[in-house]
């Protein structure tokens, strides 16, 4: 398990590997879900080795699909759509019933639902709901061990919502517009990396 760990809810990203790498959007919005990890993973020249990455894909044909990424452990991840598309793909392609399986280095794919994910991971991580009209990111109190709940190009429904909210310990905002689900990854890394460079730097 990283430090940091982002989860990304989509409704619509496909669940088998039956789509093109040409068309990612044409596939539920995949392109959505390559953007949150090339987000959550990759710097201008570098990894970021101490994040987890968790992607739960509720759309057809076989939902739920969870694929789990850890930075510790990923070979091969290029910044580009196609490249991340294709791991994904993979991961799709592979069967699984109970249990998780790996796909790839560091690539993990398993079926659970909401609800049984959050208490598995409430036990591991501070869970946070990012939100546009949450508490200012700036005046949360963060540590290491926190994990970001978002939502894809709809949000979340009101009933995801509800499971969410249980297991935060906080609803947060990183702006007060309505962004694109990878760039709030960013900010949040972002707001992180200044803390534990202003900790180091007065140490
Ligand atoms: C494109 S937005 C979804 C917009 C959608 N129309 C809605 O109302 O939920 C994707 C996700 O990014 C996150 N998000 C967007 N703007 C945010 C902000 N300013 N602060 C925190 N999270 C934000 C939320 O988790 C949201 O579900």
Redesign the pocket.
């Known amino acids: 398990m990283g430090m940091r760990g982002f989860l990304v809810i989509s409704n619509s990203a496909r669940t088998s590997s039956d789509f093109s790498l040409n068309d990612l959007p044409g596939a539920g919005r995949m392109d959505v879900m390559c953007r949150c990890v090339n987000s959550v993973f990759l710097t201008s020249h570098g990894m970021r080795k101490d994040a987890t990455a968790y992607l739960l894909l509720l759309g057809p044909p076989d939902p739920p699909k969870l694929i789990r990424m850890e930075g510790s452990e990923l070979k091969y991840l290029g910044p580009d759509e196609r490249n991340i598309g294709g791991l994904i793909r993979k991961a799709l392609g592979v069967k699984v019933e109970r249990g998780e399986r790996m796909t790839s280095p560091g690539i993990y794919v398993s079926k659970i639902h909401l609800e049984e994910l959050f208490e598995m991971l409430s036990d591991e991580w501070d869970i946070y709901y ?3 009209d ?1 508490e200012d990111i700036r005046n949360v109190g963060l540590e290491d061990g926190s994990l970001f709940v ?7 429904t009101e009933d995801q919502e509800r499971i969410v909210e249980k297991f935060a310990k906080a609803t ?4 007060p ?5 990878d760039h ?1 990854i960013i900010i949040a890394h972002a707001e992180l990396d200044r803390r534990s460079h202003d900790e180091g730097s007065s140490a």
């Open positions: 990012l939100r546009e949450g978002l939502g894809d190009q709809n949000g979340l947060v905002s990183v702006s517009l309505s962004l694109h689900s709030c």
